[in-house]
């Protein structure tokens, strides 16, 4: 089969059912220029005729010196048809890891053999950022780009600076707030030679700035509200599927900031339901950190529904005035969805809707609990994807998920990313966790493995390894 591709199969298109309008994939857009609305991209697929079984891309895994079938975003290029195999821009991304753990599932009252750990710590840049970044740069490509931007709080930018220092297509240029990125996150960006423009203000104020000055600059803008950032997404969920042996599972759970991976896996089981490669999708549930849980409050306290697209947006509008009225900003140690202001929130409402979807919020404590649950697990994840562990379990002690239906949680960054949060979790100084930790509610590190201290000397050494290793 051919990848029939460009301008005869797919398109932009708002999606507003109201509005509806289409643009061809060949303009560059981060909203709908007739309603400011969010733009999907869209394909014919009568046209374009994707496989009619998953087995298609399993034959592919025979072809892995082809850097196309290698890559675990364009492996599916059938699903993501919008460019010509020749512009495609892989640095081989998407070669991730869906792990079943019983013991964070005991964590999270689930039975064995139940939950699964989506592991997108294993991307090139360490987060799921990169199967989203490798669309963006293949579509940045083909319309001939040469400067692109991201406002981050850590993980997009680092995504960026790599696929331009791998590929050299363009110059990196990244927004960050003050104070708000981890080391892990910020070390990528400058070691990997990013243009990096801190300016004073949060996240939601950075991510304004760069829509300005990429507009008037017309630097080529990577954040999610980049449509071919959330094609490359939906591939998360297909090797999902494909881990699964294609079997769809009963709850795919993943943290929730600016709502492009919600919005993405949405789309994603939409259209593989539409062509015909599965016959039911699985629920979705958002987590929110409560210290940035704008969709939770939208969604629970003030009716926030998509209704088929006749979405009326004026609670989020007066919420966000109430938001600037009392100068309140997010903050959490999830940093990465530390964001008040979701790029994506109409997108995910769609997909809360198309997937009979949940959203929860979760406490500080909560999230640290389950990202020390997750590292003795063995896939350490950075605070932000343990939210949807913390979120998972949440929702079987509620009766919301059962026992014994099949959870997927997407970790969706790797650990290194923020080693501050993980030391002060496990720390013995107590100004260090109060400092950390302590500032932010938390009031115990109920999982914490602490290092043992022994002078330097042989006797105390071997007393403390018999006293803690039992023998
Ligand atoms: C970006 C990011 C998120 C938030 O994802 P959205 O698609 O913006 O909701 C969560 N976790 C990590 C590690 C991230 O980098
Ligand atoms: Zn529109």
Redesign the pocket.
């Known amino acids: 089969m051919s990848v029939a591709s460009r301008t005869d199969v797919a398109f932009q298109q708002c999606i507003s059912p109201r509005c509806g309008a289409t643009f061809s994939i060949d303009e560059v857009h981060t909203s709908c220029p007739v309603c400011s609305g969010l733009l999907d991209i869209a394909y014919d697929w009568d046209r374009s005729r994707p496989p009619s079984s998953f087995h298609f891309f399993e034959k592919k895994w025979t072809r892995r010196s082809d850097p196309l079938a290698f890559s675990g975003v364009w492996r599916f290029h059938e699903m993501l048809p919008f460019a010509p195999p020749e512009k495609v821009v892989t640095i081989g991304e998407g070669q991730t890891l869906l792990a079943v753990s019983d013991s964070v599932g005991a964590f999270v009252g689930t039975r064995p053999g139940r939950l699964h750990l989506q592991y997108e710590g294993l991307n090139p840049s360490g987060?799921?950022?990169d199967n989203g970044m490798s669309a963006a740069f293949t579509h940045a490509r083909m319309i001939g780009a040469k400067r692109a931007a991201c406002a981050s709080?850590?993980?997009?930018s680092a995504s960026l600076a790599v696929y331009c220092a791998v590929t050299r297509l363009m110059r990196a240029i990244i927004f960050i707030g003050s104070g708000k990125i981890s080391y892990g996150k910020l070390s990528q960006a400058l070691d990997y030679g990013a243009l990096t423009i801190q300016i004073a203000g949060d996240f939601d104020d950075a991510m304004a700035r760069v829509k300005e000055v990429s507009s008037r600059l017309g630097i080529y803008l990577v954040n999610?509200v980049n449509p071919f950032r959330i094609e490359g997404q939906k591939t998360i969920m297909y090797r999902v599927l494909e881990s699964l042996g294609w079997e769809v599972p009963d709850w795919i759970v993943v943290?929730?900031?600016?709502?492009?991976?919600?919005s993405a896996f949405g789309k994603a089981f939409s259209e593989m339901k539409h062509v015909g490669l599965i016959d039911r999708v699985p629920r979705l549930a958002v987590i929110n950190a409560a210290g940035a849980n704008t969709l939770y409050e939208l969604y629970h306290h003030r009716g926030l529904r998509w209704q088929k697209g006749q979405v009326d947006l004026s609670p989020a509008c007066h919420y966000y005035d109430e938001l600037d009225r009392d100068k309140k900003k997010a903050n959490t140690i999830a940093s990465?969805?530390e964001?008040n202001r979701?790029v994506?929130l109409t997108k995910c409402l769609r997909a809360l809707e198309e997937c009979d979807g949940v959203v929860r919020e979760v406490s500080e404590q909560e999230i640290l609990d389950a990202k020390a649950q997750v590292g003795a697990g063995g896939l350490g994840c950075?605070p932000?994807?343990a939210a949807s562990v913390a979120g998972a379990k949440q929702l079987v002690a509620e009766g919301v998920i059962d026992r014994d239906e099949r959870v997927v949680c997407v970790l969706?960054?790797h650990q290194l990313?923020d080693p501050t949060a993980t030391v002060a979790y496990h720390t013995t100084d107590q100004s260090l966790f109060n400092d950390v930790l302590g500032s932010r509610g938390v009031s115990r590190a109920s999982f914490a493995n602490r290092a043992i201290t022994v002078g330097n000397r042989i006797e105390e050494i071997i007393q403390a390894i018999d006293l803690y290793a039992l023998g």
């Open positions: 987060s799921f950022k709080t850590g993980n997009t999610s943290p929730g900031g600016n709502l492009g991976n919600s990465a969805i964001i979701p994506n950075e932000a994807s969706t960054g990313k």
